[in-house]
């Protein structure tokens, strides 16, 4: 595939969407398509509020295999360009869908989490989020006020935390270069976010190896893996990871 790369600095508010599929070389599974997470579990029993208060164990449980895998996995070529392009350009942001942690630990630092974080948790009962970075299962189930504790993630048919959008709203309403990575595009409100970049006047790129619902809107398309479109689009192949 011929990739022509990018002059940055014709660029001045840089914008990366992401979703599973930004993750997916690094070794996590995607939630739909083969191997998709949502195949093998009905999110109805494991990613849904009222999931939690069925079975708050079952639900820890499917979270704490969620950050098992994600600690077996590292960043791959793709963030690593992200996060060097953060270092050397003003306005580089990160808007993800993902909860998995990987964007930050490449070194990104702008990263706007929609769906929230497996390494956080909250006490709903005091309205306090913790962060649990304990290397393994969530360090606790239950708060020191007796009541359970629930991952700090955006389940089915939960809101989005409001400012989390507004600021997700900000940053993408002022792209000039929005580039979407591995993502279906079927989840709202993040599914709006090219339509919204597009009416801000931004040049749109999609990096996905399959078309999406939402491929008609962008102004290029390269239907290969993040990880190399990435190396090749912002010229850093001597990074060499495949
Ligand atoms: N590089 C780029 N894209 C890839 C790669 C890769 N190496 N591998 C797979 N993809 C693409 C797939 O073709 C698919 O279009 O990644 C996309 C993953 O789509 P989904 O599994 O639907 O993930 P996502 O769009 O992030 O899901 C959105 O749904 O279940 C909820 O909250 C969950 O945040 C998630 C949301």
Redesign the pocket.
Known sequence: MNITPLNTTDYDHIVFFT????S??SGVP????SG???HEYR?EDY?SQEAWKRNPDKVFDFHDERRKEALKCNPHAGHEVIALLEQDHPDVSVVT???DGMHQRSGSRKVTE??GSIWRIRCEEEGVIHEDMNPGPYAARKCNCGAWLRPDI?W?SDYLNPNILSQADEIVSRADLFIS???????WP?AGYPQLAKSGGAKLIE????P?ELSHLYDQIYP????KVLQKLFDLLHLNIT
Do not use: C
């Not at 979703?19 to 930004?22: D, H, I, R």
């Not at 290969?224 to 990880?227: E, I, L, M, P, V």
């Open positions: 979703g599973a599929g930004m997916a070389e995607t939630y739909r398509g998709g997470i949502w999110w990613a869908q993902n909860i929609l769906h955006i089915f990575i591995g993502t279906s595009g079927v989840v993040a990096i996905n190896p399959e999406t290969d893996k993040a990880g």
